[in-house]
């Protein structure tokens, strides 16, 4: 079989699912063998991007649905969170450190800095009354590649 290794996972948009989602991408992402901080990355920009969709996208609706595509082709894994909720009105603006629609439940307006900063690369698709569309890519370096 040739391609990506690829996994999708669809989830109710409620709180509580967003640990199982960390869980589970980063069940998928161990076959790479990657460092502890490697890991710990991936399961960080999991939880920041489902909790916007949860938080930002449905507005805590737990009637919509968040969808993650986890895939690995070599030594990267690319990882996309969507949802069909609220959408983006100014992504640029968004992706500003500190910037929050929700300064009342103490939000810190870091989620996409934290993404950007422990991934390669990170897209956000959005618009307004459509939803949200982040994909991120990140190379694996292989704990077996740092011992050989």
């Not at 999991?46 to 737990?62: F, K, L, P, Q």
């Not at 990170?122 to 704990?143: H, L, N, Q, Y």
């Amino acid at each position: 079989m040739s391609g990506p290794n690829f996994m999708t996972l669809q989830f109710a948009s409620r709180s509580e699912n967003e640990a199982f989602a960390r869980v589970a991408v980063a069940a998928f992402v161990s076959q790479l063998d990657p460092t502890l901080e490697e890991l710990t990355d991936i399961k960080t920009v999991v939880s920041e991007a489902v909790t916007n969709s949860i938080i930002h996208g449905y507005e805590e609706r737990m009637d919509g649905v968040v969808t993650i595509t986890a895939s690995i082709d070599g030594d990267r894994v690319t990882l996309t969170v969507e949802d069909n909720g609220n959408g983006i009105e100014d992504v640029e603006i968004a992706r500003e450190p500190l910037f929050t629609t929700k300064p009342e439940m103490e939000r810190s307006g870091m989620g996409f800095t934290i993404m950007e900063n422990f991934m390669d690369t990170v897209s956000v698709v959005s618009a307004p009354g459509e939803g949200t569309k982040v994909t991120m890519v990140k190379r694996i370096e292989s704990k077996k590649a740092l011992y050989n």
